[in-house]
C-alpha cells in the first residue's frame, strides 16, 4: 500500500496577495510551513482545513476529494484538529468543557484517543476545573492543543502555535509539542517562522516565499544546504536522529550507534520526563560549537569525539568554511571552522578526521 | 388613581400581543441577517445595511404611507391577496404586525451586529474544527457568547413596538380589538380632550420605557461579549 497523501493546488489573485501552488507531501509525522509573514502560509493551511473557500481550487487528502471542482467538504466533516496561535478557547466553557468540545462530537467508533491519556501527555491534571480566563498563555495553548487531539483528528494543523508566547513560555510549551510530534501518530501541518521549531519538529519542510512553494524536502535535505534558510538565527546546525538510553549514575545518556555515539548530559526537566530509553530522539549540534583534530585528543574536557570524513567543503562568508563530513553510521554533520585553522590542518575532502563536540541539545 | 376600562384592557392586550409577535419574528429574521452582515463580503452589504436602518430615519408616516399602498386591496401584496380569495392587510393585526417588524428591524439588527461582530469568526471556525455542524454551533457557542446581543435586541425590538405610533394610524387605524394599540388609544383620548384618561396611560408607558432602558443598559455593562 502506498502512502496517503495531501495534495493541495490553487491558483488566488486578492488585491496584492497571489497564491500559486500545485503541492503533494505524505501524509505521515511532521511537515513545517515554512516562510516569512504574508506568504501564503496561512491560506494554504486554511485552505486545508476548509476555512477559505478559494474557487478553482483542489485539496485531496489521502485520496478523498475534499475540494474540488463538484464539492466541498465543509470544515466540520474534515475531522482536523486546528491550534492557532491564540489559544482561542470558548470562553464560556471551563477547561474540562473546551476539552470535551471535540470528544463529545466525535462518534464512538472514531475516537482513537482518551481524555486521560491527553490530559496526562498535556500535563492538564491541575487545570481542568478553572475557567479559561484563568490560565496562563502557555497553559491556555496546551488546552488547545489536547482540545484538539481529543477530536481525534485526521490531520493536526498547527498555526504558529508558539508565536504569542514568551520565551520561557515556549521553552515549556516545546516539549510537549515535541511529544505530540513523536507520539500522537496524527500527521501535523505545522506553519512556522521559526527555524529553531522547525529543527526541533519538523520531519519534512515546505518553503514558501510570495505565495508560491519554493522547494519541499525532507528535513536532512533542508539542512544540509549551507545556505539554508534555517540557518537564518543561529548559523549551521545539524540534526542527528537515533536512539536515547536510559540515565546512568552520573546522569549521562548515550546516542547513536557504536561509532557515532554521542554522550548527553541531561537534566531531570528535558523532554517532558519521557521514560527511556526513548527512539527516535533528536539532537541538535550547531556548526560552531564542533572543532576537528587530527587525532582523537584523550586529555580534554570535551568528552563527544567521533571520526568523520569530509566530504565537502563550502565557503562562507568572513574567512569561515563550512565543512560536510559523514559520520560512521552515515548521517551527515556540518563543522564551522576559520580558513586560516583549515589551511594549517591540511584539510581536504575525503580526509578522515575526529569532530569534538563542544555541546549538543537534546530538542526532541 | 389608576382604574383601566375594558377599552384600556384591550389596548394593552392588543399591544402585548403586537409586542410579542413581532419580537419573535425580528429574532428569526434579524439572526441571520445580521449574521450576514457581520461575516462582511458580499458587495450587497452596505446597500442592505441601509435599507434595514431606513425606519430609523424615515417618518412613519412614510412607511406608513408606502405599506398602506402596498397591503391596501388595490396594493401589490394586498391585490395578490384578493385575487386569490385573501383578504388584504390594510386596517388589520397581520398588517400593523408586518408594519411592526419592519419598523423595528433596525432594533434588532444592530445589537445582534455588535455582538456578532466583537465575537469573531474564530470561536465557529474553533467549534466547526471540533465537529459541530451550524445548528450544533448556534447553540453551543452562538447563543451562550451573544447571549447579552440576544436579550438586548428582543427587549428593544418589544419596547421599541410599543412606542410604534404614526405607522400603525396610517397603515391600521383605530380599530379596537383589531389596530387600537396603546399609543392610538392615548392619541384618540386626547384628540377628545380626556386628558385624565390620556394622562394615565401615558404615564405607564413611561414607566414602562424607563424600566426596560434600565434593564438594556444594566445588560450591556454586564454581558460584554467576550472576544477570543
Avoid at chain 1, 568572513?318 to 553510521?329: I, M
Wanted: hydrophobic share 45%; glycine share 6%.
Amino acid at each position: 500500500m502506498s502512502t496517503a497523501m495531501l495534495q493541495i493546488s490553487a491558483n488566488l489573485q486578492r488585491g496584492d496577495f497571489t497564491l500559486d501552488v500545485n503541492v503533494t507531501w505524505p501524509l505521515t509525522g511532521v511537515t513545517a510551513l515554512f516562510g516569512r509573514s504574508g506568504c501564503g502560509k496561512t491560506t494554504l493551511l486554511r485552505m486545508i482545513a476548509g476555512l477559505e473557500k478559494v474557487s478553482d481550487a483542489q485539496v485531496t487528502f489521502a485520496g478523498a476529494a475534499w475540494q474540488n471542482a463538484r464539492q466541498f467538504v465543509p470544515v466540520e466533516k474534515r475531522r482536523v484538529g486546528l491550534v492557532f496561535q491564540e489559544a482561542s478557547l470558548l470562553p464560556h466553557l471551563s477547561v474540562t468543557g473546551n476539552l470535551l468540545y471535540g470528544y463529545q462530537r466525535t462518534p464512538d467508533a472514531l475516537r482513537r484517543l482518551q481524555p486521560d491519556a491527553v490530559i496526562r501527555m498535556l500535563g492538564l491534571e491541575t487545570l481542568l476545573e478553572r475557567r479559561v480566563d484563568q490560565l496562563s498563555g502557555g497553559q491556555a495553548q496546551r488546552v488547545a492543543l489536547g482540545r484538539a487531539l481529543l477530536s481525534s483528528p485526521q490531520l493536526l494543523l498547527l498555526d504558529e502555535p508558539l508565536a504569542a508566547l514568551d520565551t520561557q513560555t515556549k521553552r515549556d510549551i516545546m516539549p510537549f509539542l515535541s511529544r505530540l510530534a513523536s507520539e500522537s501518530a496524527v500527521p501535523i501541518v505545522l506553519i512556522t517562522h521559526s527555524p529553531e521549531e522547525v529543527q526541533r519538529l519538523a520531519d519534512r519542510v515546505v518553503f514558501m516565499r510570495d505565495g508560491a512553494i519554493d522547494e519541499i524536502c525532507d528535513l536532512q535535505q533542508a539542512m544540509a544546504r549551507p545556505d539554508s534558510p534555517l540557518f537564518a538565527d543561529e548559523g549551521p546546525a545539524t540534526v542527528l536522529t537515533g536512539v536515547l538510553s536510559d540515565t546512568d549514575e552520573q546522569g549521562v545518556r548515550s546516542f547513536g550507534v557504536e561509532h557515532a555515539r554521542l554522550f548527553v548530559q541531561t537534566s531531570s526537566s528535558e523532554v517532558g520526563q519521557q521514560p527511556s530509553p526513548m527512539t527516535n530522539t533528536r539532537l541538535r549540534v550547531l556548526a560552531r560549537d564542533v572543532s576537528v583534530a587530527l587525532d582523537d585528543p584523550e586529555r580534554i574536557s570535551i568528552r563527544n569525539h567521533l571520526q568523520v570524513v569530509i566530504q565537502q567543503i563550502h565557503e562562507l562568508p568572513d574567512n569561515r568554511l563550512l565543512l560536510t563530513t559523514r559520520l560512521a553510521d552515515g548521517q551527515h554533520l556540518l563543522i564551522e571552522i576559520t580558513r586560516w585553522s583549515a589551511r594549517q590542518l591540511g584539510l581536504q575532502t575525503g580526509q578522515t578526521v575526529w569532530a569534538l563536540i563542544k555541546s549538543v541539545a537534546l530538542v526532541r | 388613581m389608576f382604574e383601566l376600562g375594558q377599552a384600556e384592557w384591550q389596548a394593552i392586550w392588543l399591544t402585548v400581543r403586537l409586542c410579542f409577535f413581532t419580537t419573535v419574528i425580528l429574532l428569526i429574521i434579524a439572526t441571520p441577517l445580521a449574521w450576514w452582515l457581520s461575516s462582511g463580503r458580499s458587495r450587497w452589504r452596505v446597500a442592505v445595511q441601509a435599507i434595514v436602518a431606513l425606519p430609523l430615519v424615515l417618518p412613519p408616516t412614510v412607511l406608513g404611507f408606502y405599506l398602506l399602498m402596498a397591503l391596501g386591496p388595490r396594493g401589490f401584496i394586498g391585490g395578490s391577496l384578493e385575487s386569490v380569495g385573501l383578504t388584504h392587510l390594510a386596517f388589520s393585526f397581520e398588517g400593523i404586525l408586518m408594519a411592526s417588524v419592519l419598523y423595528s428591524m433596525p432594533f434588532a439588527v444592530q445589537p445582534l451586529l455588535e455582538s456578532f461582530n466583537s465575537l469573531g469568526r474564530r470561536p465557529i471556525e474553533v467549534s466547526a474544527s471540533l465537529g459541530a455542524n451550524a445548528i450544533d454551533r448556534f447553540f453551543s457557542v452562538i447563543l451562550p457568547l451573544c447571549k447579552g446581543g440576544f436579550i438586548v435586541a428582543a427587549t428593544l425590538s418589544f419596547a421599541h413596538t410599543v412606542g410604534e405610533f404614526g405607522v400603525i394610524l396610517m397603515l391600521g387605524g383605530s380599530i379596537p380589538g383589531e389596530t387600537k394599540v396603546l399609543s392610538v388609544l392615548i392619541y384618540d383620548y386626547t384628540e377628545s380632550m380626556n386628558y385624565e384618561a390620556a394622562h394615565q396611560l401615558s404615564f405607564l408607558l413611561l414607566a414602562f420605557s424607563f424600566f426596560v432602558l434600565f434593564v438594556v443598559y444594566s445588560i450591556n455593562r454586564h454581558f460584554q461579549v467576550t472576544k477570543i
